[in-house]
């Protein structure tokens, strides 16, 4: 079992930066491909990152790219989400998302039918 709590979220105007974190539960967080998802208001959710269990590998939405870094630190049981750059359009919830992964998958997932924890999500709004 894996429990995950979101935070850093808020209220920010265009353009400015925010970080968001999931501190993980349990011994076993390296073992996990993590992943960002987020969800605005009468739309499903969508990937917005993801990083493998070493952090080596990572991928990114095409609407974020260039803007949005994730990164994990293993000995915290921490994932982070940087947020710079931030438009209008990137105001929805955001989840973290752990994937157990063994060695011979693929690093890591970007359907979120593909995790396994969830957190209960934190809201970032952007002002125009």
């Known amino acids: 079992q894996v429990q995950l709590v979101e935070s850093g979220g808020g209220l920010v105007q265009a353009g400015g930066s925010l970080r968001l974190s999931c501190a993980a539960s349990?011994?076993?967080?390296?073992?996990?491909?993590m992943g960002w998802f987020r969800q605005a208001p009468g739309k499903e959710r969508e990937i917005v990152a993801a990083?493998?269990?070493?952090?080596?590998?990572?991928y990114y939405a095409d609407s974020v790219k260039g803007r949005f870094t994730i990164s994990r630190d293993n000995a915290k049981n921490t994932v982070y989400l940087q947020m710079n750059g931030l438009k209008p359009e990137d105001t929805a919830v955001y989840y973290c998302?752990?994937?157990?992964?063994?060695?011979?998958?693929?690093?890591?997932?970007?359907?979120?039918?593909?995790?396994?924890?969830w957190g209960q999500g934190t809201q970032v709004t952007v002002s125009s």
């Open positions: 998302a752990a994937r157990w992964w063994t060695p011979g998958q693929a690093w890591g997932a970007m359907n979120p039918n593909d995790y396994n924890y």
């Open positions: 349990g011994r076993t967080f390296s073992s996990y491909s």
């Open positions: 990083i493998g269990w070493s952090g080596g590998r990572t």
